[in-house]
């Protein structure tokens, strides 16, 4: 209840425990018996929340004297005692529904919450949900629509922010919905994206009837109605007041012109007369508009104020670019260069066509568009080719990206329910929207992305509505910042060329997906790791296969992000055969569906085995590395690869496991190489290497380097090497045999490498051995066998070790037998 009073109180010491956690969560005051009280951090008896936010304060008086100071005090009384006793506390106090606070009761565990008063209005019955969904109790409901499944008629529109008007026959008409009593519902035409939201709230309600011309709702078969509209129908009203509710959608945004100095009444006056005269209700009016130059008029600011609607400023050189021609003469293009102030503000700021043109005044010009509706071609065409950063409102906005975690809100970090708490708006895919809709409140405008797809629409949209002054709360499972929408974000911003402030953007950390499977195995994760997304929509398959064999060689665990869906069917089953070529088939594999939601499902499974068809876009799949194994239904990875003391180390386990040795050198065994010209890149400690090798097998070496070790330097100060002082240049492999690509810059060898395959020269990449043509790690030669030992650069260590024990097999004494 963001801006909003919520007051706890408590009688009991475990009642007193339970205030003091939910006046952290709800960041509210909590009012408990001084005698459960720590006096040196209690606030002062009366202390208005609004002072101290979270605090937790003593009360000597009796429950009945304390719910009565904070009656007119607050906006929601939370009281932790028996139902009974509440009820009686309020009784006396309670006056009409749209003045009385929410009021909420729950038992001293928080097992049952039950809202007693303001259920809709107040927001008492989503402050029961959210204090239920926090507890881990159950939210008792009564009120008759959500009991039936039907819709809150007080809440329709909320999200939208529309507003109900006050001499509403609202009671009558959510009487006549639950009871089944027949209610007509009328829409203006000119608000199609109305229509729209009626049609999807009102569907679970066979009682309700659409009709087409809003007096048709003054037929006596309607026992109520619902009309939503923009223009004024007083006498129509006067005739429906007593059966109807009326929607007032806050769709006109008006654009306004002015001298210097014009006082905020006259251009009321101004607004008041346009509005009137074009028949639109002022309530609807849901912003102001006018050209960058007017921005800072002391007149327009205070219209705004008082109108408490946003004040949206239009760049000059935004205005500039329009067609002059779809507008109304103005002497704005003879002085400033653009076709007008009202009506093109008004456009740009609305989205939409003009309802009303501009209406010159002594000292002012107002015009009206209506939010939304197709504008004309002429200046649609020019705005559809500025940056959507161009329209910015006075106060500065906030655009939070929310990290909800895998789904259970107890994995939600404070700092995320914090910024969904302050929100004025919430925006989110569907299925993520539904998983923190207990805590969203009734003042908050939500915004539901019904299918996934358009990220970068949504990013837009979200820093938008930041840019209009407002708090905005982008969500998204797991980690905002994991395959998610912090990317289309700030993507958006760098192609506005954002500075860093406008919007101010702020990004909250969040339990991710394949944290959550983890925790829920034991320890798989803990050695290296890797996380790789197998949607090729954004990534080229290529690129994702190359991670992926890397990863596999590295012998990283590896969690799978984005693995199946029906129209990418086979990408897993590619990644799988992938990880099995550098695995064992024993390899723990576990997949993750719906972690930590009330559908969780885990399988728990091995590389061998692993099946594609078990998995679909909800699941994670975690793959261990060659030591991950199982413990009943749990994996682990050790932290290390090295050997336990104790354990009994065969021949066959040497091949299975990686046990970290000294670096040897990568021998370069040679024969007959007396006529061979070879070339070495790289002056370091691995180009010595291969130098010093091949100075043994008797070729002839050419060093190509800026720098080298003292070592190189000594050999070609001695001459036997040739050294070219320099970095490495196209046309460096002419007329060798060999090449030796050990530079320590990535591009470099591989360009190397590949010059070397246009040129037929034999050639050895030191950090991507299966780039080049020959690459052996281990060598064994004794008594005239020789052993090459080579994991094709996978795990040269590996080589080292496996070489070594085949070596010791052979030197062993024969048996006497």
Known sequence: M?????????????????????????????????????????????????????????????LLEEVRFWWERSDAL?????????????????????????????????????????????????????????????????????AQGLPALDLIGRSESWRIADDSALTHAIA???????????????????RRLMEDLLAPCPNVEFVDDAADLTDARFAAALLVTHRRIDALWEVLRAKSVRYLPPVLVVGIGCRRGVPVDELREALDVTLADAGFDARCVGALATAEIKAAEPG???????????????????????????????????????????????VIAGGGSLVAQKRAFPNCTIAVALRGAAAPAASSAAASSLPTSAVRQRSRGRLTLVSIGPGDLQHLTTAAREALHDADVVAGYRVYIDLIRPLL???????????????TGRARQAIELARAGRRVALISSGDIGIYAMAAPVFEALRDDEWTGDDPVVEVLPGISAFQALAAQLGAPISHDFCVISLSDLLTPWGVIERRLRAAARADFIVALYNPR???????????????????????????????????????????????????????????????????????????????????????????????????????????GAGALSAVVIGGGAVGERKVRK?????????????????????????????????AYES???????????????????????????????????????????????????????????????????????????????????????
């Open 176 to 194: 006549c919905l639950v009871n089944g009593d027949v209610l007509g519902c009328a829409i203006d035409p000119d608000l199609p994206d109305a």
């Open 565 to 671: 869906s029906r129209g990418r069917d086979w990408q897993l089953d590619a990644a799988l055969r992938i990880l099995r070529d550098h695995r064992p088939p024993s390899t723990p594999v576990a997949f993750g569906r719906n972690v930590s939601r009330a559908d969780e499902h885990i399988t728990l499974t091995t590389l061998a085995d692993a099946d594609p068809l078990c998995v679909d876009m909800f699941t994670v799949v975690l793959v261990g590395n060659s030591q991950s194994y199982t413990l009943g239904k749990r994996m682990a990875t050790p932290r290390g690869y090295a050997a336990k003391t104790g354990l009994e180390t065969t021949h066959a386990a040497v091949e299975q496991q990686l046990i970290p040795v000294v670096p040897r050198e990568y021998p370069i065994v040679l024969t």
């Open 78 to 146: 939370v009281l932790i005692t028996a139902s009974g006793i509440a009820v009686r506390a309020i009784a006396p106090l309670i006056a009409h529904k749209t003045t009385d606070p929410a009021v909420i009761c729950l038992d001293e565990r928080g097992r049952f919450v039950i809202p007693l008063l303001g259920g809709h209005r107040a927001g008492a019955n989503d402050l029961a949900r959210r204090i239920a969904a926090f507890t881990g109790g159950q939210a008792a409901v009564t009120t008759a629509s959500d």
């Open 441 to 455: 409140q009734p003042h908050q405008d939500v915004i539901v992305t019904p299918a996934m797809g358009d990220e």
């Open 731 to 817: 046309g460096d492999l002419a007329g060798a045999r060999l090449a030796f690509a050990a530079t320590n810059q990535r591009a470099v060898n591989a360009h190397i490498a590949q010059e070397a395959a246009s040129m037929g020269v034999l050639c050895n990449v030191a950090d991507a051995p299966e780039e080049g043509h020959f690459h052996v790690p281990a060598v064994y030669r004794s008594g005239g066998v020789t052993i090459a030992v080579s994991s094709g650069g996978a795990a040269p260590e590996r080589a080292v070790k496996l070489r070594d024990a085949l070596a010791r097999w052979l030197d062993e004494e024969p048996d006497n037998d």
């Open 300 to 346: 327009l600011i205070a219209l705004a104020d008082a109108l408490d609607v946003p004040l949206n400023v239009v760049p000059m050189a935004q205005l500039a670019m329009l067609d002059a021609t779809g507008f109304s003469a103005s002497a704005a293009t003879t002085l400033f260069g653009v076709p007008g102030v009202a009506e093109p503000c008004a």
């Open 2 to 62: 963001s801006n909003q009073t919520l007051v706890i109180i408590a009688v009991t010491r475990a009642g007193a425990r339970l205030a003091e956690r939910l006046a952290t969560e709800l960041r509210a005051m909590a009012r408990v018996p001084a005698k459960f009280v720590d006096k040196s951090t209690a606030a002062d008896a009366g202390t208005a929340p609004a002072e101290a936010p979270v605090r937790v304060a003593p009360y000597t008086t009796s």
């Open 694 to 726: 091949l100075l043994q097998a008797g070729a002839t070496v050419r060093l190509i380097s800026s720098s080298a070790t003292p070592y190189l330097s000594a050999l070609a100060d001695e001459g036997r090497i040739t050294w070219i002082r320099r």
